[in-house]
């Protein structure tokens, strides 16, 4: 579990296929003293398990699925990432609850920068939509945001000067890739509200 929050971003230094996936190496900008491996650590939003570890950098696997479902499959050596790790009993959650399972790839659809600061509207899986909300929060690329506005296609969030400077998201441009993951109270409450409405909920079989 994570909440949002960007302390950490690395590099990627290389990527291998094998049998399962990849593997792929990072470079850390700055030093995790936390983190063990083994440990969970989200890249881009995407939860994948440290390996590997030294105090310069950091490997994992990316399953198949991962490769398909993410953009972590298109990234290029060279690639900045926004990295965070796990939280743990009793850290303050001050973005909010992420589980670094990715719902879908977006797409910005275009930045319209004020000053120091930026809207940015994002195109998101016609699935995901019923999941977005005003006032909700959305995580783009591992970063928690807050939704400002939604319209047919997609919705909109304001990036801060701070997110910007300390975040990948400071650099997006127009038609890029991003990672999305929907509010998992929204996940929840729309599955129940499906499930009630097809009458599910009172045909539970042994």
């Not at 291998?16 to 792929?24: C, K, M, P, T, V």
């Not at 659809?109 to 019923?130: D, G, T, Y």
């Not at 977005?132 to 000067?161: E, Y």
Request: charged letters at 20%.
């Amino acid at each position: 579990m994570f909440t949002g929050l960007i302390r950490y971003r690395g590099e990627l230094l290389s990527r291998q296929g094998n049998d399962n996936g990849e593997r792929i190496v990072f470079a850390l900008h700055n030093e995790i003293p936390s983190l063990k491996e083994g440990d969970s650590i989200a890249v881009n939003g995407v939860c994948l398990t440290a390996l590997e570890l030294s105090a310069q950098s950091i490997a994992a696997d990316l399953s198949r699925e991962t490769l398909a479902l993410s953009t972590l499959g298109q990234l290029d050596p060279g690639a900045v990432v926004n990295l965070e790790t796990s939280l743990r009993l009793g850290d303050s959650l001050d973005g909010h609850l992420v589980s670094g399972h990715v719902d879908g790839v977006g797409y910005v659809r275009k930045i319209e920068l004020e000053e120091l600061s930026a809207r940015v509207w994002v195109n998101a899986p016609s699935k995901l939509m019923p999941l977005i909300a005003v006032k909700g929060s959305i995580t783009l690329d591992g970063v928690s945001l807050t939704v400002n506005a939604v319209d047919q296609n997609g919705f909109c969030v304001q990036l801060i000067p701070h997110t910007r400077q300390l975040t990948t998201l400071g650099a997006l441009q127009a038609g890029q890739a991003i990672n999305l993951e929907a509010d998992m109270l929204a996940r929840y409450v729309t599955r129940y509200l499906s499930a009630s409405a097809a009458g599910l909920d009172d045909k539970i079989k042994p």
